[in-house]
């Protein structure tokens, strides 16, 4: 692999650009145990149940997320532009062979040659706050706190299924 394709790849995940003061501007991951409510969501085959969310600015949400489906998604907060930019990240990961059907699969990084194996790839995980894998017949949780009001998604973005309509309403009212 030549260090041109891969190296978009190794900043993947760290989105400075949506993020203000170290924190993404519509918010921040926050602890289970300060959750203000708690939203669960059933994770089907290309769609979220239920579909939209209305939540309010400075409120902590956890988010149980129970995936029902028979394949592995995600659920991933920000808006479109957030969601179109992963989507090209998880694309070249797909293509690279590192999405298995239980997320993420480690990589060995000796054979990329080109001195790709002394590279530091810890930012090549996938470990953004706002985004958790759930394999198929799986749950996780996410727990967030809304800075601000705002029109917001939450979606998959494996390639093909936000496309596939795995996308749905964050409502953040003031």
């Not at 760290?14 to 924190?23: D, N, Q, V, Y």
């Not at 902590?60 to 592995?72: I, K, M, Y």
């Not at 985004?131 to 967030?144: H, N, R």
């Amino acid at each position: 692999m030549s260090a041109r394709l891969f190296l978009p790849l190794l900043c993947a995940f760290s989105l400075p650009a949506l993020a203000e003061g170290g924190h993404f501007a519509f918010g921040q991951p926050a602890e289970a145990a300060k959750a203000d409510r708690t939203i669960e969501i059933t994770l089907g085959d290309m769609y979220y149940e239920p579909s939209s969310v209305q939540v309010k600015a400075g409120e902590t949400v956890r988010f149980v997320l129970n995936n029902q489906g028979s394949l592995l998604h995600e659920f991933s907060l920000g808006d479109a532009a957030m969601h179109a930019e992963h989507q090209k990240h998880m694309l070249m990961m797909q293509q690279m062979g590192m999405i298995g059907e239980d997320g993420i699969k480690p990589m060995d990084h000796s054979s990329m040659g080109q001195g790709m194996a002394g590279m530091d790839h810890g930012k090549m995980a996938h470990d953004d706050p706002n985004t958790v894998m759930i394999p198929a017949g799986k749950s996780a949780e996410l727990t967030w706190t809304f800075a601000k009001a705002t029109g917001l998604e939450f979606a998959c973005n494996i390639p093909g299924h936000y496309q596939a309509g795995m996308v749905g309403k964050l409502d953040v009212q003031p």
